[in-house]
C-alpha cells in the first residue's frame, strides 16, 4: 500500500520541519509545490469515497509534511501579490481552492490539515491587494463549496479558523465581490 503523502520527503518525528528555503520564492518552486499537493489531494480524493473507509491512514510525519506544504503555499502566495502577480494566477489556474475544499470535506484527512488549510485561506484573502486577483479567487465558487462543507466544529481550533475566514471573506465584501457568492440556480447565498 503506497503512503498518500509519499511525495513529500520522509522525515523521522525527531526531525525538524525544514526551513522555508526548501521551496524558493521563485515561481518554479510554487508550480513543484503546487503539483506535489494536487497528487496528495487527487489520492485523498480516489481513497476516501462515501461508501467505504479510506484504505490508508496518516502518520504525524505526513501529517507534519503536508501542514508544512500548505504553509508554504500560502507563505509563496503573499509573497507573490508583492512581487509577482503571475504566483496567483498559476494557484488559480490549477484550482487549487477546489482542492482544499475536496480536503476539507474528506473525513479522513486530520484535523491539523483542515486547520492549515483554513489558516492558509484566512491569510491569503487579506494579503490579496488588487481587485482584479481577489476576483480570480473568487471566480470557480470554491468559497462557496468551502464555506457549505460540514466541518467538526466539536474542534475548537477548526471553529475558530472557519469563523475568522468567513470574517476575513466578510470584510473584503462588496457589491462586485458579492455576485460571486450568490448561487442562480438555488436563488440563495452559501
Known sequence: MEHIWSF???RTTSEKVPPAQEVPCTLDGLVSLLS????A???SRQHDPPSKQPQWCWDRTSELDFVEAVRRISELLVWGESHDARFLDVFCEQRC???????LGCSSVPAAVKVQIL???SIIIPNIKSDMSLHCLLLDNDFNAIINIKLNFEDEEIL??????????ALRLNCTTLRFFFDPAENAFP
Open 8 to 10: 513529500l520527503p520522509l
Open 36 to 39: 506535489r499537493f494536487q497528487r
Open 41 to 43: 489531494a487527487t489520492n
Open 97 to 103: 481552492l477546489a482542492q482544499f475544499a475536496c480536503l
Open 119 to 121: 489558516q492558509t485561506m
Open 160 to 169: 475558530s479558523w472557519y469563523i475568522s475566514l468567513l470574517k476575513t471573506l
